[in-house]
């Protein structure tokens, strides 16, 4: 499933694409993707203008002249490519087998001049619509903890967030509700570089008070350095993941420990290797000689 970096990286694309441009037309392919689409999906969106296009956690959240936000996810397999109908220039031009429109679902004529085109496969994918006033108390937002990238996330919260937690720290990152947006490649890629096991007691990064330590600036400075460089190289490509433009990311061939088991330790000096274990159901990659 695409993580943080996947969904910044596909709503920077859409950006020249949808924000401050109207929707002249919506194109239903089917009444659902993994729920049924809203009622009146199509009249509710045609005419309206995006005002601006943001994300929270992996959700991607287009705010419209009319005060609903549609709320996109992209599910296991989903992916935007953006068209050019007309323009020189463009965001990119799209060169994926994809573009057969065999799985297009959603389609978004936008006065920019762009098409903006949802592609699903595997339809685990969904919209909704809900009003702004709304929102927070929308059921997939509401439980989300802080933004990795955002001016809430610091270690003093960090560290209040994991107090007295029982669970494993590879565990504990992986809760949406302590930290947005992590997924298993990027905590396994933190993790390894704050130097901390995956299979560490959560609570270890916190005193009896909530207050932080050494270890838990290390890991939220961690935390932010890999996703920003992840950001950068247009998120991780290993299965379906695609820009807008239909380009890989490249932050995969960046990874010091996920996919890696049996290879040599990146950190200087260890001369640990790569292994893999399963913790709550996936696979976690960590040296055990360097991380602790």
Sequence with gaps: MPELPEVETVRRGLLPAMEDARILKVEARRPDLRFPLPKDFVKRLTGKTVTSLGRRAKYLLADLSSGEVLLMH???SGSFRVENSGKS???G???YPRGDGKHDHVIFSMSSGYTVIFNDPRRFGFMKLIPRERLE???HLKPLGPEPLGNRFDAETFAQSL??????????LSDQRIVAG???IYVCEALHRAH????RR?????DRKGRPNEMTKALADAIRFVLNEAIKQGGSSLRDHRQTTGELGYFQHHFRVYDREGTACSTPGCRGKIRRIVQTGRSTFYCPVCQR
């Design 163 to 172: 107090q007295g937690k029982k669970t494993s720290l590879k565990a504990a």
């Design 89 to 91: 220039q463009t965001p």
């Design 93 to 95: 031009e799209f060169h």
């Design 137 to 139: 108390e929308e059921p």
């Design 74 to 76: 992209l599910g296991m």
């Design 182 to 184: 992590l997924g298993n």
């Design 196 to 199: 901390l096991s995956p299979k």
């Design 202 to 206: 959560a609570s270890t990064l916190a």
